[in-house]
């Protein structure tokens, strides 16, 4: 049996967007990922705000009780990592001293899904796995500009529902690119 991908998102606070892109990838995913979030600054004992919740309901997604965390073992043991912002590319950068190939922006690997090769794999687990060897080869023939996937926190309730909006945009490009539908 082929072991699910193991996908990291991450943001600043752990707050708002990387749990909004952790709780819709495992609901699109299934047992394809474990999907996991992190922040570069997590806000330990916060959860996530009520605005991002409501956001999230509006596509029928509920978000659970979230416990933010700045663990960094989990970007060294994923297979794939999306970030919100060049900030946190640039961060996880620093730590590993330099590009790591299994970074995207979120906005970043969308774009680069809409002209690269479909990862290998058998199986939506295999392909997931696979998606970051795929992205970052069409990244080295020509870079998709990263993005940023605006911070939401403490703005209205419009830019909470647009940022969301936009999180289920690339999440469904990622997800049809790499087969994973019927994950």
């Not at 979230?66 to 794939?80: F, G, M, N, V, Y």
């Amino acid at each position: 049996m082929t072991r699910p991908a193991r996908v990291t998102m991450v943001c600043t606070g752990n707050i708002c967007r990387s749990p909004a892109m952790h709780y819709l990838a495992r609901q699109q995913w299934g047992d394809a990922a474990e999907v996991t979030s992190a922040g570069i600054y997590a806000e330990i004992g916060l959860d996530v705000p009520q605005p991002m919740r409501r956001a999230a309901a509006r596509h029928h997604l509920t978000i659970p009780r979230h416990r933010p965390t700045h663990d960094r073992r989990i970007l060294s043991q994923a297979d794939l990592v999306l970030v919100a912002t060049q900030q946190h590319a640039r961060w996880i950068e620093a730590e590993w001293g330099g590009v790591a190939p299994h970074v995207f922006g979120i906005k970043e690997a969308a774009a680069l899904a809409g002209r690269a090769d479909s990862p290998h794999g058998d199986t939506a687990a295999e392909r997931l796995v696979n998606a970051a060897a795929a992205l970052d080869a069409a990244r080295q023939q020509v870079p998709a500009p990263l993005r940023s996937l605006d911070d939401p926190w403490s703005l209205d309730q419009a830019t909470y529902n647009r940022v969301m909006d936009e999180i289920i945009d690339d999440i469904a490009i990622l997800t049809s690119w790499a087969g994973l539908n019927d994950a």
